[in-house]
């Protein structure tokens, strides 16, 4: 006989215990479904602006890739990866006090209480941006309850709660995941010109964020200093090092010229180092591109690749500007380049490509031997494969070839690869591609690669993503340095 109570002054059975289950299922439902719907709307919550020193910004908030981004027009923007939950934050530049600037910048005194008073208002805007999602939040999970076909209170609540809770956790989580060496490799996106004065605003001194152990400290720091450019560009932009500008695989692109031109400019380099394929076919008349080069403002090394004919090598050899490589080294801004050349030449066919790579592995131990005899600082290829034997001999190993991006150590040199820097050459003019232009601007600090900032744009005019990288070359090559 099953149990019975009175309700309403009648006999009614008790429901059944598995409506229970589904009510708790609805419940979590709905709690899921406020908590993704307040994440998935945070970025059409529409946060004031505020104070952050003579600033005035505005902050944002949304799901993404971990990410904090400052945008600074006209100068740019410069983000990094510096917390572990999927949520971007973001500073704008809405308005700024050019004479309380100036006056700021203008000491030394000055720019210290600049970084002070915008350490104190981005703790303050980071509450109070805090505290804003947080309420957002529980609004959209309250009002995505209500639109649904429950239509109880206690739905509503429970959306709302899961609302509250979402936001909470992954701005809060955020927050505690902050990490400030992320902005050891910062990634910039805007006009060339002002490249080299942003990218060291974030990163004046390498490995400096060891000793800062306070969160907002680092970043106040990074946006006074970005803030600072408007009123005054920042002497040295190198920041006491020396940058080589390294191009490959032009493939007879004159734009791809006029690239490698801009760059040694914009970045003030001691030298360009091409690691081949600057010509494409074998034909005479691509020799003429070394004309392109004529007048350079820098010293152009030229180590030849596959593609660059042996009658195009010695055309080129005859440039005033350009240094051919082949098994020999040239010193160009107080670093001993040893350039090894492509010993095939493939462009013609009467090869395959199975018989040019076992032509250059083969190749790889007298690279090795010339290394060892000449122990240069740089070690540039066009292919790496040629390189292969060399690792733990020589810091860094420069080459192309690939067409695509490559970093990594290996027994403590660093292997550095670029994509094309003429967008793979003519053939992005006969077919519809939509190939980058790519570069690396190395820099070295005591004749030791230190840093590496990584250009990518789509065309002449249009703005440049710049990623910088911290280079760290193995123990050997640091003790070498350091020995008087």
Known sequence: MSK???????????????SRGRRALRYAFVFTT?????????????????????????????????????????????????????MTFGIELVQLDIPRLGVSVSTDEGREALQARIQSDLADALRRTGVLLVVAGTLIGALVGALMPYRKWKYILAAAMGGFVAVTALFGLALVTFDPKGWDEPKYTGTLARAPDMLEAVNRSLGSLDNL????????QRISDLVTLLARPLDDPAGGTK?????????????????TRQLARQFGVSAVIDT????SFGNPVEARVGDLIDGFPVPYVFVPGNHDSTANRAELDTIEEVTLLDGETATVGGLDVLGWADPTFTASNRITTEEGNAEREEEAALVAEGVAELTPDVLAVHDQRLAEDSYGEVPLVLAGHTHERDSRIEDGTILLVVGSTGATGLGSFTIEADLPYEAQVIYFRDGLPSAVDYVSFRSLGSEFDIQRQVLEVGEQFLEESQTP
Do not use: W, Y
């Open 34 to 86: 406020g908590g993704l719907a307040a994440l998935l709307l945070l970025r059409f919550i529409p946060l004031p602006t505020q104070d952050l020193g003579p600033a005035r910004v505005r902050t944002t908030a949304r799901l993404g890739g971990g990410n904090t981004a400052v945008l600074i027009p006209p100068l740019g923007q410069i983000s990094a990866k510096t917390h572990a939950m999927p």
């Open 4 to 18: 019975r109570i009175f309700r309403d002054r009648k006999l009614l059975p008790l429901p059944p215990s598995g």
């Open 213 to 220: 152990r306070d969160r907002f400290e680092v970043a106040s």
């Open 276 to 279: 081949g394929d600057l010509t």
């Open 243 to 259: 940058a080589i500008l390294h191009v490959s695989d032009i493939h007879s692109n004159p734009l791809g010229v006029e690239v």
